[in-house]
T-cell receptor, first 112, second 113 residues
Framework: AQSVTQLDSHVSVSEGTPVLLRCNYS??????LFWYVQHPNKGLQLLLK??????LVKGINGFEAEFKKSETSFHLTKPSAHMSDAAEYFC??????????FGQGTTLQVKP | DAGVIQSPRHEVTEMGQEVTLRCKPI?????LFWYRQTMMRGLELLIY????????DSGMPEDRFSAKMPNASFSTLKIQPSEPRDSAVYFC???????????FGSGTRLTVV
């Protein structure tokens, strides 16, 4: 069975400092993995996706994520946080049944 | 979110009333999904369709919930009768292939009083 675990329910950083949102997955096969962002009262927006090409994936708004098979991780990073990055972030895996499997979500707070 | 249009954006209704949520996806997708999001339970998959056929409705909470997809360009989620615990944001999402992720609509915020 496939599962996605976000290790932190809440992350707080200061504006201008790096962001790290952690995600581990378990899968019996090479998965497709995604990060979505949801701003308050908005829908979910795709940040980036990994589909077994390059292990370092660059997304929108300066975010990137690295697929590490040995660590079964797909952590999301950004070198410098901006106030507008404050949102809920979801790590998501694509199951072989056609459904996406969502992590529990991580709330990112950015302090001035 | 322009690829999936949901209506209404907000709905406030009284307990016991029928509620119909609508989703109009762009063409070129194979699958359509209805999700519910609440603070307590996060995102829950209610039902999904593949080529307009319901594949998995195990997430539909009760018989009060029903969903249809009469064609590739339209789907509805109906709650009859509605209850206060149905209050949530309901999202419609589409996918051409699971490896490409989903495109989500902006959601319908339902409040049942």
């Amino acid at each position: 069975a496939q599962s996605v675990t976000q290790l932190d329910s809440h992350v707080s950083v200061s504006e201008g400092t790096p962001v790290l949102l952690r995600c581990n997955y378990s899968s019996s096969y090479s998965p497709s993995l995604f990060w979505y962002v949801q701003h308050p009262n908005k829908g979910l927006q795709l940040l980036l996706k990994y589909t077994s090409a390059a292990t370092l994936v660059k997304g929108i708004n300066g975010f990137e994520a690295e697929f590490k098979k040995s660590e079964t991780s797909f952590h999301l990073t950004k070198p410098s946080a901006h106030m507008s990055d404050a949102a809920e972030y979801f790590c998501v895996g694509a199951g072989n049944t056609g459904k996406l499997i969502f992590g529990q979500g991580t709330t990112l707070q950015v302090k001035p | 979110d322009a690829g999936v249009i949901q209506s209404p954006r907000h709905e406030v209704t009284e307990m016991g009333q029928e509620v119909t949520l609508r989703c109009k996806p762009i063409s070129g997708h194979n699958s359509l999904f209805w999700y519910r999001q609440t603070m307590m339970r996060g995102l829950e998959l209610l039902i999904y369709f593949n080529n307009n056929v319901p594949i998995d409705d195990s997430g539909m909470p009760e018989d009060r919930f029903s969903a249809k997809m009469p064609n590739a360009s339209f789907s509805t989620l109906k709650i009859q009768p509605s209850e206060p615990r149905d209050s949530a944001v309901y999202f419609c999402a589409i996918s051409g292939h699971p490896n490409y992720g989903y495109t989500f609509g902006s959601g319908t915020r339902l409040t049942v009083v």
